[in-house]
């Protein structure tokens, strides 16, 4: 069974850093872009940032010199520095990674159950 399973939510002073980790385990082929997602509570879940197969990178405009997304594609695992957090940061960070599970399957996106990060003093 594939799954996502992320790790490293919690709570954080401002100013504070986490390091978020995501690991796609279980009968895995190839993996394409992963990314973060995060919803903040009352509000819509939107990117954080994502990285392609290859190394590239984006970021949301909020986050753009704070966090850091990275991969370690021996490990089917991709990560999320964040620093210098503040208390609008504080949501469920949800990973997502494009997943094939055999030569002939076409892919499709999983997603993890997501993990919680708190900004607060």
């Known amino acids: 069974q594939v799954q996502l399973v992320e790790s490293g939510g919690g709570l954080v002073q401002p100013g504070g850093s986490l390091r978020l980790s995501c690991a796609a385990t279980g009968n895995i082929f190839s993996v394409a872009a992963m990314g973060w997602s995060r919803q903040a509570p009352g509000k819509e879940r939107e990117l954080v940032a994502g990285?392609?197969?290859?190394?590239?990178?984006n970021y949301a405009g909020s986050v753009k010199g704070r966090f850091t997304i990275s991969r370690d594609n021996a490990k089917n695992t991709v990560y999320l520095q964040m620093n210098s957090l503040k208390p609008e940061d504080t949501a469920v960070y949800y990973c997502n990674a494009g997943l094939q599970i055999g030569p002939l399957d076409p892919g499709m996106d999983y997603w993890g159950k997501g993990t919680l990060v708190t900004v607060s003093s």
């Open positions: 990285i392609t197969s290859s190394g590239s990178t």
